[in-house]
């Protein structure tokens, strides 16, 4: 017969044994967590980047410059800030957000969780997408040069050059890279919505008469448009180049992407007209510009509202197509506007150095 003791002993190597078996399995659990935050999810992250004063100052190379400079004209002096904001993306095709960056940002309000291929469309590389980033952020700035110099009644020309021609599409083998085109159907042609018009009123049913430089000898070709969802097109990717009468440098490291053209368009009126737009507030802004001042919708608007309220921006200048994400998704302490143009971000920037009342402005 076993005493007491024997009992209690075998009891106490059972608790022993069941103890050992629960912290095993629960080290188990936390390796597999702690692992599993460190794994690839298959989903990007974005979220609010850099801010920069585009009336401030930046490193280009070890020095200080300004960020935007006019240096053959007069500029004035500038108070307070017009802030262009960036959206950083977490993850690419080569390493995806870990699980663990997924989760922090489901529960953190400024962070959006995409889909890789909304981000990273497939068949287009990382260094693919930087350097279209990077044109659209070169094209946004001479856009932006145009804007303010509309606004300045200030002229410059513009003309139309190829850049590609689709394969197999109608302009294949006839137009090349840097041609320049000059004329459709004896129309001239000095911006892209030109080339639109000319190709609509030229139909699909005949051959639409093209002058074209090429290496500075006119050459008179001949295509015929087909149809497309946006109209008649032949098969052709083009640009548009400016000439302006004096040079304006943004000079911006790292940052690419066209939603900044806004923003740089008021820099520059603001530094070559006296006074002050801002009236020494700050205002952060975003959107994409034409030549002709019309403000775009852009990506990652929420990002970049938390962004300004981050950088201390009191007031926040949207594009009214970006309406419906602001909605509900406003930081605490900031202003937001809806703009459709550059004349009405001017409004409000003048309502606000004038301390007049923005109640009557539109918002989303």
């Not at 015929?224 to 052709?236: E, N, W």
């Not at 929420?302 to 406003?330: H, S, T, W």
Request: hydrophobic content about 40%.
């Amino acid at each position: 017969m076993a005493n007491y003791s024997d009992y209690e002993a075998e009891e106490r190597g059972v608790r022993l044994g069941r103890g050992w078996i629960t912290w095993f399995v629960g080290a188990l659990v936390i390796v597999g967590l702690v692992a599993l935050g460190y794994t690839p999810s298959g989903y990007v992250v974005e979220k609010p980047g850099d801010t920069y004063d585009t009336l401030g100052t930046v490193e280009v190379d070890g020095d200080t410059v300004p960020l935007v400079d006019v240096p053959m004209e007069e500029t004035y002096p500038t108070t307070g800030s017009l802030s262009m904001l960036t959206v950083i993306t977490v993850g690419d095709r080569d390493k995806t957000a870990s699980w663990g960056t997924v989760a922090v940002s489901w529960l953190t309000k400024s962070h959006d969780i995409l889909p890789l291929d909304e981000v990273y469309p497939a068949g287009i590389t990382t260094s693919q997408r930087a350097e279209i980033s990077q044109a659209q952020m070169s094209m946004s700035q001479q856009r932006a040069v145009a804007a303010a110099l509309t606004v300045l009644g200030d002229e410059y020309t513009t003309t139309v050059s190829v850049v590609g021609t689709v394969d197999d599409g109608p302009s294949a083998g006839v137009l090349e890279p840097g041609d320049f085109i000059e004329s459709i159907n004896e129309k001239p042609i000095d911006d892209i919505s030109a080339v639109r018009k000319a190709l609509e009123a030229n139909g699909l049913d005949k051959p639409a008469k093209l002058t074209v430089n090429r290496a500075g000898v006119e050459e008179e070709v001949e295509i015929t448009p087909i149809a497309s969802d946006s109209g008649p097109v032949i098969g052709v990717e083009i640009d548009e180049n400016y000439d302006f009468p004096f040079d304006v440098l943004i000079q911006l490291e790292g940052v690419g992407g066209p939603s900044a053209g806004q923003i740089f368009a008021l820099a520059i009126i603001d530094k070559l007209t006296p006074g002050s737009l801002t009236g020494g507030t700050n205002v952060a802004g975003t959107g994409t510009i034409t030549e002709d001042g019309i403000v775009g919708p852009i990506g990652g608007i929420r990002q970049k509202m938390y962004g300004a309220q981050d950088a201390g921006a009191e007031y926040f200048l949207a594009p009214a197509a970006n309406c419906p994400e602001v909605v509900g998704e406003i930081p605490d302490g900031l202003e937001v506007f809806a703009v459709e143009t550059l004349a009405d971000s001017l409004t409000v920037l003048n309502t606000l150095s004038t301390g007049a009342s923005t109640a009557l402005l539109p918002r989303c």
